[in-house]
């Protein structure tokens, strides 16, 4: 069983910068895709940023996109999400997920995860 611990998370003044961890253990790589989520209160769930196996391929959804950078380490056990430019609307609750998927689901947009490993999550404050 893999499990997933989210770190990196805190308050930051906007235009700040916070970078997120996530470590996970050590995966079979094929079809692995690895993923951030947030969800800010009375909100729903939104995906943010995917990676998929080799780290060369990403998604990032529009609303941090040009801001947060998501990477993989060399062996593919811990993935990052480098945050920048952050913004008070980027508050919320941060998770990473990861599983066995697809390419093209992984990195298309609509995959949430469900069928996979999640994190306990870290939280986010930006502050105006």
């Known amino acids: 069983q893999v499990h997933l611990a989210e770190s990196g998370g805190g308050s930051v003044q906007a235009g700040g910068s916070l970078r997120l961890s996530c470590i996970g253990g050590?995966?079979?790589?094929?079809?692995?895709?690895m993923g951030w989520f947030r969800q800010a209160p009375g909100k729903e769930r939104e995906g943010i940023a995917a990676i998929y196996t080799g780290g060369v391929n990403t998604y990032y959804a529009d609303s941090v996109k040009g801001r947060f950078t998501i990477s993989l380490d060399n062996a593919e056990t811990t993935v990052y999400l480098q945050m920048n430019s952050l913004k008070p609307e980027d508050s919320g609750m941060y998770y990473c997920?990861?599983?066995?998927?697809?390419?093209?689901?992984?990195?298309?947009?609509?995959?949430?995860?469900?069928?996979?490993?999640w994190g306990r999550g870290t939280q986010v404050t930006v502050s105006s």
């Open positions: 997920a990861a599983a066995l998927v697809p390419g093209p689901f992984c990195l298309g947009g609509s995959w949430d995860a469900s069928d996979g490993v």
């Open positions: 050590v995966w079979p790589y094929n079809r692995k895709c």
